[in-house]
């Protein structure tokens, strides 16, 4: 029972180029969200879905797209990366409006 | 603007002193939660906290939400270097349905 997991761990990117953040979940959430980690700004919501076939924009969605593959499966996609999006990104799995969040290990994400 | 409203943002003290964290909000939770990190890892939830005046208590760390539920504050007694990290509210406001985080407190115990 991995919990949450999440690839690639790091990555390095040049403006402009595109990427997709992979994330795969086995505690049977429903809800899947994706957070970005910012030096004293918190964890803010990219996006989520609270259920398979549905995702919703969250705080700071622009420059970002994502699919909800399957129950498991939840994916954030750069089309073009820029500076601003240098960050560390955490997938969770968690019951919708509920309590705990279960956090992967994250993906640090330097765009030069 | 931060929903949630931890302070301080950062605060390093000697082991063996105690200490305490605020998260504070002008909104009303449906719950509220306190989640530690460390370096390279994701958040790990420690408590989760729903009743106005309800007080948890984890060994050493005592958690306290307001009468309100507005406000909620993690005390650490006699702290250990074991203890840094950064430290996370974390809630749900009432109306929508999503968590939203405080910005952190940073949290050092020297030796």
């Known amino acids: 029972n991995a919990g949450v997991t999440q690839t690639p761990k790091f990555q390095v990117l040049k403006t402009g180029q595109s990427m997709t953040l992979q994330c795969a979940q086995d505690m049977n959430h429903n809800s899947m969200y994706w957070y970005r980690q910012d030096p004293g700004m918190g964890l803010r919501l990219i996006y989520y879905?609270?259920?398979?076939?549905?995702?919703d924009k969250g705080e700071v969605p622009n420059g970002y797209n994502v699919s909800r593959l399957n129950k498991r499966e939840f994916s954030l996609r750069l089309e073009s990366a820029a500076p601003s999006q240098t960050s560390v990104y955490f997938c969770?799995?968690?019951?919708?409006?509920?309590?705990?969040?279960?956090f992967g290990p994250g993906t640090r994400l330097t765009v030069l | 603007t931060q929903l949630l409203e931890q302070s301080p943002q950062f605060l390093s003290i000697q082991e063996g002193e105690n200490l305490t964290v605020y998260c504070n909000s002008s909104?009303?939770?449906?719950?509220l939660q306190w989640y530690r990190q460390e370096p390279g890892e994701g958040p790990v939830l420690l408590v989760t906290?729903?009743?106005?005046?309800e007080v948890k208590k984890l060994k050493r760390l005592t958690f306290q939400f307001g009468d309100a539920r507005k406000d909620s504050s993690l005390h650490i007694t006699a702290a250990q270097t074991g203890d840094t990290g950064l430290y996370l509210c974390a809630a749900i406001i009432q109306g929508a349905q999503k968590l939203v985080f405080g910005q952190g407190t940073r949290l050092t115990i020297n030796p």
């Open positions: 906290v729903v009743t106005g005046g």
């Open positions: 909104s009303v939770f449906s719950s």
């Open positions: 969770t799995g968690g019951a919708y409006g509920e309590n705990e969040q279960f």
């Open positions: 879905s609270a259920s398979e076939g549905t995702t």
